[in-house]
């Protein structure tokens, strides 16, 4: 496994395991449009293919570049852009990922490692920390492509012959990741309270989530290419933590004396989710290291120094 592409390596996730991947001495290329990614986070050592999955030709990236594996991470990942326009959300998650998985036919692709989520796919549950188990019931149209996303890399596999690592993530949080986005609840709150701005909290603060640091994610990655063939873990802190917890957090690192503007529930966001890590901790001999505090006060001095 020396070639690896990575798709989305200009966003938050993928641009962090490419600086690791460069690290540990792959050659690395990065697919990605540049829709939500930055260029400036795109290492000065891998070669960008800028290609949209959707309508680009992955094909001649593939052959120019010959991977042995590409970690799958482009993706429209904002659930509000997925309810705003399902058929975007669509075309790049679902048809973009079948032209990826259609691409690496016959090439020198060996594996594919894809980026899932947890909290999207599992929807609203009865059973916590739900395991890779769990129904999956995604109550967003975002959390029906990304599934979509699953199923299709499970029946391309078989028919093409290459292997496959699915991983589920909870909230990823840490620097790079877009304060102006709606995705990342860490980032949005450091980004407007360090600017001296109010907060939005949907719902009373009370919803349940599992935030995961952006360094154990790529540790699981990177662990993730030894993984047995058809493997799915959850890659999670195991634990809940309510969005005014958070907020709480946040507040004090940043000295704000702002309090949050309650708005409606939003009907895509779901109660409470953990996402039980157990799977991952025993075959992949992940640990994850960062704790929620460690984690959110690097995010806030990123946000700070950036
Ligand atoms: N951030 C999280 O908390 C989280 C949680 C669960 C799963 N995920 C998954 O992890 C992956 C990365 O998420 P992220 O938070 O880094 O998002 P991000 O928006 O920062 O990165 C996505 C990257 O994909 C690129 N991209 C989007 N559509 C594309 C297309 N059609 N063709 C080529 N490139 C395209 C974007 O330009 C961007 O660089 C996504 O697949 C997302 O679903 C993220």
Redesign the pocket.
């Known amino acids: 496994m020396k070639k690896i592409i990575v ?8 641009s962090h395991i490419v600086d690791r991947l460069i690290i540990e001495g792959y050659e690395v290329a990065v ?7 930055n260029r400036l986070n795109i290492n000065d050592k891998a070669k960008l293919y800028e ?4 309508n ?1 030709d992955i094909g001649s990236a593939i052959q120019d570049f010959q991977p042995n594996l590409v970690f799958h ?5 904002s659930v509000s852009v997925s309810e705003l326009n399902p058929s975007e959300d669509a075309s ?1 998650n679902i048809l ?1 990922s079948l032209n990826l998985y259609k691409a690496c036919k016959n090439t020198s692709v060996e594996k594919i490692i894809l ?4 909290g999207a796919i599992y929807g609203n549950q009865d059973e916590f920390p739900c395991s890779e188990n769990s129904s999956l019931n995604p109550i967003s149209p975002y959390g029906v492509s ?1 599934l979509t996303t699953e199923k299709y890399l499970e029946v391309f596999a078989g028919l093409y012959g290459y292997q496959y690592t699915i991983l589920r ?1 909870g ?3 840490g620097p790079r ?2 304060p102006s986005g709606e ?2 609840v860490i980032s949005i709150f450091a980004g407007l309270l360090l600017k001296g701005d109010s907060v939005k909290i949907f719902g009373d603060g009370s919803q349940l989530r599992d935030y995961i640091y952006i360094s154990d994610v790529v540790d699981a990655n990177l662990l993730a290419m030894n993984a047995p063939n058809k493997s799915i873990y959850n890659i999670s802190s195991n634990k809940a933590t309510s969005v005014i917890e958070i907020f709480t957090l946040i507040k004090s690192l940043t000295k704000s004396t702002n309090n949050p503007v309650f708005m409606p529930r939003r009907k895509s966001d779901v109660d409470k989710i953990v996402l039980n890590n157990a799977k991952a901790l025993k075959e992949l001999k992940w640990i994850p290291k960062v704790s929620l505090e460690d984690g959110i006060a690097s995010t806030v001095d990123y946000l700070n120094e950036n």
């Open positions: 798709t989305g390596g200009a966003g938050f996730i993928g697919l990605d449009n540049i829709s939500s990614g290609i949209d999955l959707y680009g991470l482009a993706a429209q990942s790049n973009g980026s899932s989520t947890g990304k993530y909230n990823v949080y990741q877009n995705a990342g």
